[in-house]
């Protein structure tokens, strides 16, 4: 079966750092990926998809790469503030499901 | 901004009871989910639903469970019998396309005691 998983539990970095996350999968070759924040007691909340064809993808400070061959994908936040603290989750296509990984806890201090 | 919505926030309920968890999706999606997530746990996939029917469910998705969309803008998920380890944020979900991005409602807190 599909297996995600996000390389580390929690990350700790200081204002104006870039943060990465990275996902990394199993057994599957989904059509895309996706990136969702959460904070603590809401629902997921969508940022960014990237396809099969796609290398990277970009939306204000936030950047997704996707590589197929190594079944990886990196997220990256630049410039971080501490209002990007939250649970970042990773997301497969599982057909009519979206598959999540089980997250990673931001932390940005000022 | 167009927003999935569910009531309501927090249910308690007894053990062995009945509920049903209600939801409104974005108004023009045609695909609809439920989600559950346990307290510090990952977010897992229930069932998906389209054109009144289940696309798709997982194995938590037993007997105990049902979805509906009895008119056209709720959606409904109703646990039978309600059991201690039913207990977690439930989110509906709902996308435009089979394969489009999924977005997700503010979620429905249940306790069962």
């Known amino acids: 079966s599909q297996k995600i998983e996000q390389n580390s539990e929690a990350l700790n970095i200081q204002e104006g750092k870039t943060a990465t996350l990275t996902c990394n999968y199993t057994n599957y070759s989904p059509a895309y990926l996706q990136w969702y924040r959460q904070d603590p007691g809401r629902g997921p909340v969508f940022l960014l998809l990237?396809?099969?064809?796609?290398k990277e993808k970009r939306k204000e400070r936030l950047k997704v790469t996707f590589d197929t061959t190594l079944k990886q994908s990196l997220f990256h936040i630049t410039a971080s503030q501490p209002a990007d603290s939250a649970t970042y989750l990773c997301a497969l296509e599982g057909g009519f499901k979206t598959i999540f990984g089980a997250g990673t806890r931001l932390f940005v201090k000022a | 901004e167009p927003e999935v919505t569910q009531t309501p926030s927090h249910q308690v309920t007894q053990m062995g009871q009945e509920v049903i968890l209600r939801c409104v999706p974005i108004s023009n999606h045609l695909y609809f989910y439920w989600y559950r997530q346990i307290l510090g746990q990952k977010v897992e996939f229930l069932v998906s639903f389209y054109n009144n029917e289940i696309s798709e469910k997982s194995e938590i998705f037993d007997d105990q469970f049902s979805v509906e969309r009895p008119d056209g803008s709720n959606f409904t998920l109703k646990i039978r019998s309600t059991k201690l380890e039913d207990s977690a944020m439930y989110f509906c979900?709902?996308?435009?396309?089979?394969?489009?991005?999924?977005?997700f409602g503010p979620g429905t807190r249940l306790t069962v005691l």
């Open positions: 979900a709902s996308s435009a396309g089979g394969y489009d991005t999924q977005y």
């Open positions: 990237i396809r099969e064809n796609e």
